[in-house]
């Protein structure tokens, strides 16, 4: 794989923004020579007759012009991030000084490159496995420092060492299994069919195991969807207002001021909330507001988590009715608001009512607000979150792939249970052996990897 590409690409690895230091990255297997037609040292000395792990300064130059004060990092392969020669440029981080920086190199040979193409290199080269490319995007991509730390955790091999391990166990079986069907003379099947069983239970219980971390990895990596329902004016905008530190939300005394459905992600210890502040559900008095409330019942029905903003200060009525049959079978939080003011609703009473946990809160005057961020953790997390032996999936198509040789295993289980022949075992394994392999990249069709990496942005 390591010549599948002959051409040199290039692009900006720090994002077209003003900052102090911006990097253009040139990799590919005339990378020093490309570096060579634009850089000028002091010396005069050519990038191409360097040492690997270098650092040169210098200047870039451009059709004889002067581009930019520079320092040049040299990498050969197959030391580099993508196992091919790689120059990484050091420029000023202007906007206007990157993209002349990039234009100069892009005259002199490369090419731009596509968006996770080099990762993609890395990947054809064997640096990196696919599900370890992927964490590279996850970790670009993070939006706490749970999601941050699993997607190191991955990036460092920790998915890749379990479906090692258990592919292992299954090719082992295979080969066994397919050795003893072309010379049954010197090797026995007799009794196998009770060992392979065992083998395969505790296979599927390492991969069960790893199913089940998945509704927790989605949520670390995306964020917990959480929906403030209430009806109006009980306080659910200033509440996200309070959640995001800012005034995201319009807060006035007229009732039915949220009409659309307003999303804004927020950090609590650690955990992303995606929050939705909807519509106040009620009668709708025009087409507008009804059109709100529908698309807050919409949310509602697959959010990971309710929180239900009552006003303590006025009774419950049907509306309150409507919510609670609403959010009956979910995760939920009842916020019993405004707990400053003459209380006409208490906590005794909703606690009479729903079977969800009540905490009085005052949106108004920061109230009560740590208590519902530890309740969250602990709804969600069993109050922790630990990285030291868990291991946890959060990509969808890793979730497939297990679903499959999970399911592929179980069709082993009942070939031996069945007494059906040993090819029939040989058969289901390499199923479960092959789905398993998708995860690391290792049986793959071209258009899948395509795609994957399509999703990564340019200049990694």
């Not at 395969?200 to 195991?209: A, T």
């Amino acid at each position: 794989m390591a010549d599948f590409y002959e051409d040199t690409i290039a692009a900006a690895a720090t994002a077209m923004t003003p900052s102090g230091i911006g990097i253009v990255r040139i990799s590919g297997k005339d990378a020093f020579s490309v570096a060579d037609r634009v850089y000028r040292g002091k010396a005069d000395k050519k990038l191409a007759d360097q040492k690997a792990n270098t650092i040169h300064y210098g200047f870039i130059m451009d059709q004889g012009q002067l581009v930019d004060e520079v320092l040049v990092m040299l990498m050969k392969a197959p030391h580099s991030y993508t196992g091919e020669d790689t120059v990484e440029i050091d420029c000023h981080g202007g906007v206007l000084a990157m993209r002349k920086v990039l234009e100069a190199v892009l005259r002199s040979g490369a090419r731009p490159a596509e968006p996770g193409e080099f990762t993609k290199r890395a990947f054809l080269n064997g640096r990196l496995d696919l599900s370890q490319a992927e964490a590279v995007m996850d970790v670009i991509s993070a939006k706490n420092d749970y999601a941050l730390k699993s997607s190191l955790s991955q990036l460092k091999g920790s998915v890749t060492g379990m479906i090692r391990e258990i592919r292992e166990k299954l090719i082992y079986e295979i080969a066994h299994i397919e050795s003893a069907l072309d010379d049954p003379e010197h090797i026995s099947l007799e009794g196998y069919a009770d060992s392979l069983n065992r083998v395969v239970g505790e296979q599927k219980k390492k991969i069960e195991k790893l199913l089940s971390t998945f509704d927790q990895g989605k949520m670390i990596r995306e964020g917990i969807k959480t929906v403030i329902l209430g009806k109006p004016n009980a306080g659910k905008s200033s509440l996200l207002n309070l959640l995001a530190g800012e005034e995201k939300a319009i807060v006035t005394e007229i009732a039915g001021t949220t009409r659309d459905v307003l999303e804004e992600n927020v950090n609590i210890q650690g955990i992303t909330l995606r929050i939705l502040d909807t519509a106040g559900i009620r009668e709708a008095s025009n087409k507008v507001e009804q059109i709100g409330i529908e698309r807050a019942k919409e949310h509602a029905s697959d959010a990971d988590l309710i929180l239900y903003v009552v006003d303590s200060s006025i009774p419950l009525d049907e509306n309150d009715s409507q919510i609670l049959d609403l959010i009956r079978n979910k995760k939920s939080i009842v916020l019993l608001n405004k707990n400053d003011l003459e209380p006409a609703v208490t906590a005794e009473m909703l606690e009479k009512v729903t079977q969800f946990p009540v905490i009085s809160i005052s949106a108004r005057e920061n109230e009560g607000i740590d208590r519902l961020e530890e309740l969250i953790k602990n709804l969600f997390f069993q109050g922790d979150i630990s990285f030291n032996d868990e291991i946890y999936i959060t990509n969808i198509r890793h979730k497939k792939a297990l679903e499959t040789a999970l399911e592929s295993l179980t069709f082993v289980e009942n070939s031996i249970a069945d007494q059906m022949p040993e090819d029939f075992y040989s058969i289901d394994l390499m199923g479960a052996y092959e789905a398993l392999g998708s995860i690391l990249g290792e049986s793959l069709g071209e258009n899948l990897v395509n795609e994957i990496f399509s999703k990564f942005c340019t200049g990694k």
